[in-house]
Nanobody, 124 residues
Framework: QVQLVESGGGLVQAGDSLRLSCAAS????????MGWFRQAPGKEREFVAG????????TYADFVKGRFTISRDNAKNMVYLQMNSLKPEDTAVYYC?????????????????WGQGTQVTVSS
């Protein structure tokens, strides 16, 4: 069982940066690939970024490449999403999720555990 708690969301202006954090409980954090997803009002939840168990492999949705960076600290049971050059279209609730696979997957159905989400609002 893994419990995930996101933090770091907020209201920012276009062009600003935010760093989201996700704290995981349990002693098997390094056994999970981790992903960040987001869901805007009226839209489906979508993949943003993922990182492998070891942290050696990362993958990103095209719409965040070059702007967002995912990282993890297995010693601290933490995963992060550094978001730079934020745009109004990045406004959404951001979720972290844990996947028993070695490498991150793109589908929400592949993930076993989810956090409650943190709101990110980017004003123009």
């Amino acid at each position: 069982q893994v419990q995930l708690v996101e933090s770091g969301g907020g209201l920012v202006q276009a062009g600003d940066s935010l760093r989201l954090s996700c704290a995981a409980s349990g002693r098997t954090f390094s056994s999970y690939a981790m992903g960040w997803f987001r869901q805007a009002p009226g839209k489906e939840r979508e993949f943003v970024a993922g990182i492998s168990r070891s942290g050696g492999t990362t993958t990103y949705a095209d719409f965040v490449k070059g702007r967002f960076t995912i990282s993890r600290d297995n010693a601290k049971n933490m995963v992060y999403l550094q978001m730079n050059s934020l745009k109004p279209e990045d406004t959404a609730v951001y979720y972290c999720a844990a996947d028993r696979a070695t490498y991150p997957e793109y589908s929400t159905s592949s993930y076993d555990y989810w956090g409650q989400g943190t709101q990110v609002t980017v004003s123009s």
